[in-house]
């Protein structure tokens, strides 16, 4: 959560950091904030909403600086106020700090600076962090010394851009969440993530754990732990600059739904060894988990689906926040298949760490090169899906599936065939993300943009997807959607269906049969139905034709659900690409 950026070089510092928040809007957007390092001192200026709203209102025409640090806030400690958006500052006004994280001992800290005479004006954790600073300063120490002893007394995570209004060093800090820096001939960014500066370079370093880096004329890194200079290697970054633009699309929503048809045909025309190869480890484990949060993790549900019915291969799958409850069963034996498309969901981490505890074996399903699971990861396949902006997974999620999908064929050593079966899909989705299906499927938005809820059931591999279609609806347009297995309403939540409740049926060759009754049965308490599948039915009041696929259904029957929830949303006035109180990558447990 929160996105910082922050650049010192050569070039006016203002319009980098600005461009940059925008990038990084994505990853909360209470409000923002931005300080610049100018002759008469740090100037910050802040206010509460989106990047646009608040620039609108903030001016920084006579303002120019060449270091400068933004940030953008998914408010955790305090409400969303002008106090408690970042940058943050020491009560003296000589240190300016903007974080992403959770300082989980600030109280203690607080208390603390508090009685030495330090005032606090936010609810923030991050407060103490600059005030710390200062209080060693105060203490005798010069200043990079003070930043590294208060660093020490730190609990909890954080991306650090540090400012100090009597010099001009920009010091970066990272412990637990995500730091990157970009090099340009004429400077350094420092960014939580690439898009930000990928105008601008592509040359980056990942910064790791505990790195502390401090840059002014040069640039230097150096380890909290031993205090000593570390060396990072330089990589080179493959995305472009145009792949995190919205191009001729009004939202990155439907730009990143748009874009599936390429990324499945990419996937499925690349070397296969790696798939092979990971293929060949799950088949000598003892002990398979899958572990993802939210829509990655429906990927993963639907893929445990295809291992047993494919390879009958059993795995586990286990939401990261309740990996916790298998902890016990972990051993080396064990191999954990960690899927994320940031790869810097905390909770995923966290249950990572734990399962290298055990020593377990670590693969991962990864979009973010250079992420922190990737570092906690003895292995990793890259779902090479491109810069991923919109705060709900689309793309991610059905690249996470083609891969998961060719695992499961590679396993019942029927790769080849999978690789057709996936490739055959290509034309269809193309056909499914057309303007030609956009304007059918608006047609039912408009029949249901003011529902008050949505259900949505399939059976078998269809469950997923329907788990799938009730999070994109639910979290893009606010309306309360749930996503049951077809024998499951019947257990409760069909007390719910009352004269026209939309209820969207998920069908395939293989379940139409049973899937039809359940319908039938919501049918006959006033259902409105939804079908999706292969063949139409006289149960359904609308359908959408999506041909069966067999394992690589789930790829294509998800993506009408993403332009309804996408039309939903645009209907009922909610923003797409940031939906309220969410935030892209959720880097707190
Ligand atoms: O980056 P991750 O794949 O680990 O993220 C997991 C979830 O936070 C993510 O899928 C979330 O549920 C999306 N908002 C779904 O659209």
Known sequence: MCGIIGYIGKKNAVPLVIEGIKKLEYRG?????????????????KGVGKVDEVLSKLDFSEISGNTAVAHSRWATHGSVT???????????????????GIIENYQALKQDLTNKGCTFTSETDTEVIPNLIQNEMDSGKEYIESVKSALKKLEGSYALLILNKNNNILIGARK?????????????????????????????????????VIANDVFKIYNLDTGLEVKRKIATVEWDAEQAKKGVFEHFMMKEISEQAAIISNAVTQDMSKIKNVAETIKKARGVYFIACGSSYNACLSASYKFAKL??????????????????????????????????????????KAAKEKKSRIISIINVMGSSLVRESDEFIMQNAGPEICVLATKSYTSQLVILTLLAYALADKLDYGVSKIKETVNHIYYLTS??????????AERLRYANH?????RGLQYPTALEAALKIKEVSYIHAEGFAGGELKHGTIAMIEHGTPCIVFTSRETEKQIISNALELKARGAYIIGIGPNNNEVFDFFIKVREAEEANSICQIIPIQILAYQLAILRGCDPDYPKNLAKVVTVL
Request: net charge negative; proline share 3%.
């Open 29 to 45: 957007y209470d409000s923002v904030g931005f300080a610049v390092k100018t002759e008469q001192g740090i100037i910050i200026k």
């Open 82 to 100: 002008q106090e408690n958006a970042h940058p943050q500052m020491s009560s003296k006004g000589d240190i300016v700090v903007v974080h992403n």
């Open 176 to 212: 637990e969440s995500p730091l990157v820096v970009g090099f340009t001939e004429d400077g350094w960014f420092f960014a939580s993530d690439i898009p930000s500066f990928l105008e601008h370079t592509k040359k980056v370093i990942y910064l790791h754990d505990g790195d502390l």
């Open 311 to 352: 390879a009958k291969v059993h795995v586990n799958v286990a939401l990261a926040s309740e990996f916790e409850n298998y902890k016990d069963f972990l051993t080396p034996e064990s191999l954990i298949i960690a899927v994320s498309q940031s790869g810097e969901t905390a909770d995923v981490l966290s249950a990572v």
């Open 435 to 444: 303007e030609n299906t956009r304007n059918y499927i608006k047609d039912l």
């Open 454 to 458: 949505i259900y949505s059931i399939g």
